[in-house]
């Protein structure tokens, strides 16, 4: 066992690390929710919160991608119709960027729009510190590339997303994002790290799940993690590793849909 692991088996979360936000539930109409089970109503909320409280007037904000983020869409493009906002959104995905025209919203580029006043988007896992696990979706390359060009990147996700350490409540691996030609060496470099990797294959199509960027992704579990900057060095160490899914101290703050409507927030610990 590597010095990122954690034999004990750890608490999922503490829900006291969690402070309550007063989303104004009269706003979200029982024709929007209706349809959604409990999650993809956690989700709505979640999305719907932040969107409220982080997207302003003149602002390019980053669409990241995923299931949560589809609400976060409507509700933005709800908010530039009712309100005339001028926001330029900048995708992190192929989803995002059908998201963006899809809802008529203005389409952005990095090269044109160097720095984003917000980013908002989802994660597979979410730890007490506000570390993250993404790439469930297998955008995690462009996802960083936004999120750290960012003022702010907030996360929004549902109840099952909250753990105290990451690793402990997703289970499929931390996704890493890797050059095709090399993903075998990969795998037996991230074996003798104590890791077990597995190639994602792709589900309506024979073969590997090939990113937006062409690349592959390895899906590499390491148990529950103390401590996931010390793992990542090493795993960014690897050549032919382009990314991992690790967002350590990147989220300000991250919006949770709760099992019974209500929505709570995690804000990020002092930082050096
Ligand atoms: O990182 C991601 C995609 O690469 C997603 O944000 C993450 O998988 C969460 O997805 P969802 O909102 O569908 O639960």
């Given at each position: 066992?590597?010095?990122?692991?954690?034999?004990?088996?750890?608490?999922?979360?503490?829900?006291?690390?969690?402070?309550?936000?007063?989303?104004?539930?009269?706003?979200?109409?029982?024709?929007?929710?209706?349809?959604?089970?409990?999650?993809?109503?956690?989700?709505?909320?979640?999305?719907?919160?932040a969107v409220d409280n982080h997207v302003k007037d003149g602002q390019v904000v980053g669409i990241g991608s995923g299931s949560t983020v589809v609400f976060a869409v409507q509700r933005l493009a709800q908010r530039v119709r009712d309100e005339n906002l001028r926001v330029i959104c900048i995708p992190t995905s192929f989803q995002?960027?059908?998201?963006?025209?899809?809802?008529?919203?203005?389409?952005?580029?990095?090269?044109?729009?160097?720095?984003?006043?917000?980013?908002?988007?989802?994660?597979?896992e979410v730890s007490a510190q506000l570390d993250c696990i993404k790439g469930g979706g297998g955008c995690l390359l462009q996802e960083k590339i936004v999120a750290s060009n960012a003022d702010q990147l907030i996360i929004i996700a549902d109840y099952s997303k909250i753990a105290d350490y990451l690793g402990s409540v997703w289970k499929k691996g931390v996704p890493l994002e890797v050059i095709a030609d090399c993903y075998v060496p990969i795998m037996r470099k991230l074996e003798k790290m104590g890791g077990k990797p597995v190639l994602r294959m792709a589900k309506a199509k024979a073969g590997p799940c090939v990113t937006d960027n062409g690349n592959f992704i390895v899906d590499c579990d390491f148990g529950v993690m103390q401590e996931p900057a010390k793992l990542e060095q090493q795993l960014l160490s690897i050549p032919g590793l382009v990314e991992t899914g690790f967002f350590l101290q990147m989220a300000v703050k991250a919006y949770f849909g709760m099992q019974d409507g209500s929505v709570k927030t995690l804000d990020a610990p002092a930082r050096q």
């Open positions: 066992m590597r010095g990122y692991a954690c034999r004990r088996s750890p608490r999922k979360f503490s829900l006291k690390l969690f402070s309550v936000v007063d989303v104004k539930m009269a706003e979200i109409s029982q024709e929007v929710l209706q349809g959604l089970d409990t999650v993809a109503q956690a989700k709505l909320r979640a999305a719907y919160a995002a960027r059908q998201l963006i025209l899809e809802n008529k919203l203005v389409l952005g580029d990095l090269n044109a729009n160097p720095v984003l006043d917000v980013a908002i988007d989802g994660a597979d």
